[in-house]
């Protein structure tokens, strides 16, 4: 169930970075560029992970990803 909740509120945070892109990049004159900016995170691959690992909006969830996973990798090691 959190992973549902998850989605929407990550694609809400998501949606609402685009808006103000485009709202910029229509100011300055290149409204397509505003249309396609980072159009990655939609992808499955980033979209998936950045759900998985969503935190309210207050920073990147792939940073806290990396973050993790380095945690992770540096536990095993030692």
Do not use: C
């Amino acid at each position: 169930m959190k992973m549902l909740i998850n989605t929407f509120k990550h694609l809400k945070v998501v949606m609402h970075h685009k808006l103000i892109v485009f709202k910029l990049s229509l100011k300055a004159g290149i409204p397509w560029r505003g249309l396609v900016h980072d159009l990655s995170k939609l992808s499955p691959t980033e979209f998936i992970n950045s759900v998985k690992y969503f935190n309210n909006g207050t920073g990147s969830p792939i940073e806290l990803e990396k973050e993790q996973r380095r945690i992770f990798k540096n536990m095993a090691t030692s």
